[in-house]
Each structure stands twice: as C-alpha cells, then as structure tokens.
C-alpha cells in the first residue's frame, strides 16, 4: 500500500515562489512514475508536471519554465518548485502515482497535461496554493 502526504501550500503574491512536497511511504517502484496534479472547483483535474524512475520530467505547457518537478534521492519526497506564479496556478495541488504509469505512457498520452486523473491508482489528500494579483 502506498500513502501520499502534501505539505507546503499557501498564499503568495503573483510572481512570488512557493515550494510543496509530497512524502511517500509504503512501496515503491521504479516502474511508475510520479506526478503532480491540480484541480480548481468545477474544473477537471489537470496534470501539471510528472516525473520518472530515471529522473526523465515532463511539464504541461501552461506551467513549463516556471515549475520545477524534483525528488529526493531515496525518493522518497517528491517537490514542486513553483516560481513566477500566476492567479491562475490558484488550485489545490495533488501528487499521484501508479505503478503502470510510466514516462513513456504520459508521452503516448501527449504528456502530463494531457494524461488522465483516472489513470493514477494512488493520490494524497491535496494541499491549496493561492495565488493573489
């Protein structure tokens, strides 16, 4: 069984940083990747940037540039560095995994930003970042 805890959100002036983490426990493997997620009321979940086993990243192009998607070297923690943040990145942020999802699957979907909430197994319980103008 695998458990997904969030941590770091906040508020933040529009173009200001923000850093959130995700600690993972229970087991892991290298086969699937690790992703973060957003979802505002009303809206789908979105995928905003994923990462693999070997490092390999992925970003959806709304985010690309300005959020860095990073883990420890146990993996053990997995951080999203977001920085010239919009009001628009306001949404409550989750990380996911699933052992059947790796890099080369998110690439045959068009990438994270095209991928499917539905396709990840294993999700933690989210954490709000608010961006205000």
């Known amino acids: 069984q695998v458990q997904l805890v969030e941590s770091g959100g906040g508020s933040v002036q529009e173009g200001g940083s923000l850093r959130i983490s995700c600690v993972v426990t229970?087991?892991?493997?290298?086969?699937?990747?690790m992703a973060w997620f957003r979802q505002v009321p009303g809206k789908e979940r979105e995928g905003v940037a994923a990462i693999g086993g070997d490092g390999e990243t992925d970003y959806a192009p709304s985010v690309k540039g300005r959020f860095t998607v990073s883990q420890d070297s146990a993996k053990h923690t997995l951080f999203l560095q977001m920085d010239s943040l919009k009001p628009e990145d306001t949404a409550m942020y989750y990380c996911?995994?699933?052992?059947?999802?790796?890099?080369?699957?998110?690439?045959?979907?068009?990438?994270?930003?095209?991928?499917?909430?539905?396709?990840?197994?294993?999700w933690g319980q989210g954490t709000q970042v608010t961006v205000s103008s």
């Open positions: 996911a995994t699933d052992y059947h999802v790796n890099m080369p699957v998110i690439q045959a979907f068009g990438g994270i930003g095209r991928t499917l909430a539905s396709d990840f197994h294993y």
């Open positions: 229970g087991r892991i493997y290298d086969s699937g990747c």
